[in-house]
């Protein structure tokens, strides 16, 4: 049973990850459910989030590829390797000052709800704004964005540092804000999932470095498998989504989803946990 709850948490995390949805919010919401715990319940999370990383590594790979070899003299390269550490600041810095604090007060299932729920009212309203307004973006490519638009999308994102946010949701819908396109914005944020995840990965593994289990390693495995082809059928179903549809339907999965929770708690049809794992 505990390899079957893995791998259910392994594609809630791939499927999740890259949506506007919030795959944190997901993963705590799935753990209090299935009652899932191990000893290295953080690093169980960690594996599975760098498994998704790895399916956007393998999607854009050949970008990857000729962005490491343009970084001496291709602007085009170096203009998008800048935003993408402009980017990634913000939350960065704000998530080591604030990770521990946020995680004791918010990692929980009811404040996630809510979370999804405030986040769909934003989605929503800015589907709203730009139906209204024959929208048309500023930026169509995600080559065109600048610095100051790479800084705005990454404040942004440190929203997303509130599980049930979502990073994706933050940076997608801040970028259409600041007049991205939606391929430009959702293909930006992708970009911006690799240093942003990768560098959460390595600092919570080496906060977590001293839960390291050699025997829970085979569910770190098969998590992490099922993570890796979830997140990448969901990535290029994304893509092919966003050419014709716009977002309002995520919005209104967030608030479902989030209404249910919270009815289920207040009607004591499920008792949630009080913590994250």
Known sequence: MIALKAVIL?????????????????????????????????????AIQAAAILAICWEYRARLLHMARGLGNDPREQRLALNLC????????????????????????????????????VILWVERVHAAKNYAPRIGSMDEIGWLDALKIGCA????LIPGTSRSGATIVGGLIFGLSRTAATQFSFFLAIPTLIGATV?????????????????????????????????????????T?????FAWYRIVFGALILVSATQGWIEWNSDAG
């Open 245 to 249: 549809h716009d977002f309002r339907a």
């Open 86 to 121: 402009v980017a990634f600041l913000p939350a960065a810095v704000l998530g080591v000052l604030f990770k521990r604090a946020i995680e004791s007060a918010l990692f929980r299932p009811l404040p996630v709800a809510m979370a999804w729920i405030i986040g769909a009212v």
């Open 157 to 160: 994102q440190s929203l997303a």
């Open 10 to 46: 392994g594609i809630v995390e791939g499927l999740t990850e890259f949506l506007p949805i919030s795959s944190t919010g997901h993963l705590i919401v799935a753990e209090s459910l299935l009652k899932f715990r191990i000893a290295s319940l953080p690093v169980f999370t960690i």
């Open 203 to 243: 600092f919570s593994l080496y906060k977590a470095r001293h839960q390291l289990t050699a025997a829970e390693l085979p569910l770190y495995g098969i998590s992490s498998l099922f993570a890796f082809f979830a997140a990448l059928v969901c990535v290029r179903w994304l893509l092919r989504y966003i050419a």
